[in-house]
């Protein structure tokens, strides 16, 4: 007997990213599927300052190129019978393989967290094109695979039919042990000045208007005295609001309490995060973000509704805690309700570690398998 046809999957991406590496490792173990990989660029440092190459971490890649390249294009169009996963559409040939795939009725497939609700900054040429793109893809022959609730929810909005909307989210590792973290609290503790029976706090992303640091850091400035004399919340990231909210900081006379950090490797991250009492995702507007790293190494979370991941993950009171992005009166309530009740504060932090485990990387992989045409 002939054995069954592997499933071949073509995910297509600008460039690698340590998020969906995570992804790819799980297809390794899977005798009925292999995944071809492919990207714009083989490494750039530039967005998130990554120091090591990640492009061949688990699987040899193949490098298409920024520039037009045909002989990509006629390798997605003469192969029809595997299948074709394209991460956004960044490029000329990315753009390119959407719009064949359209004239030609071939089945593909998107995926995409969640764009930008505002067209500030855009040009008229951009904000039509930008249009003209999702009404493309509305009548495209392909399943949009959206990162979160909130991304669905949006082509929910754009007339997307429900049947061709699929939850893909970002994944994180959830197979790692969090008592190697745990050993070295007090060496975070030292390391960032924590105050003596104080609590380590966290945050971290692009330093950016939207993803909202300086409500967090106006939240800090209202929290009752005492208790804002035991904390030091650190800030991890850079970007265009750095000199800004360094300002906000040392107007609110807070240099004490809060410390901004450039961008770490994301095992000092992971090891700042574990270590933290309570991990912020205080976004007035973020595709997903890190709530599911903070949940995944068993941390107590407190997102806004605005994050995509927060709103994807977080039951509220269950296994973390959720404000509307400008209310930081109530952001005020759940950081002082969790840091008066240590009891809480674990329950909230297990909750969401078995939420996170409940979205093992692997479920990636089933959910691809099951939903990609």
Known sequence: MNAPRKIVINLIQDIATPHNNVLIKQFLGRDNVEIKLW???????????????????????IIYGQKLNLSF??????????????????????????????????SFNHWTDLPSPTEEGRTLKQKILRRVAYLFLRYSYCKIFGVGKMTLNCFRIWGFPEHRLVNLPIFVNVDEDLTLYRSRR??????????????????????????????????????????RRKIKLVIVGSGEELPALKQQVKSLQLDTQVQFHNWMNILDFKLLIANSDIFFHPARFDSYGGTTLAMALEVAVIGSTGAGAAVDRIEHGINGFLYEPNDTKTLVEHIEKLLNDEYLRKRIASAGRITALNWHPARGVDILLEHSI
Not at 39 to 61: C, F, M, P, R
Not at 197 to 211: N, Q, V
Request: charged share 20%; aromatic share 16%.
């Open 186 to 227: 007090f060496e975070l503790h030292q390391q960032f000045n924590v105050p003596e029976h104080g609590f380590l706090l966290s945050a971290g992303s692009r330093l950016i208007y939207e993803k909202g640091f300086d409500l967090l850091i106006e939240a800090t400035k209202k929290l009752a005295h005492e208790l």
């Open 73 to 106: 294009l006629y390798y997605c169009l003469t192969h029809s019978q595997e299948r074709f996963v394209i991460v956004g559409w960044m490029n000329i040939n990315t753009c390119l393989l959407h719009l064949l795939f359209f004239f030609l009725r071939r």
């Open 39 to 61: 990207y714009a660029v083989s490494k750039n440092e530039g967005l998130y300052q990554w120091s090591q190459d990640i492009t061949h971490e688990h699987l040899s890649a």
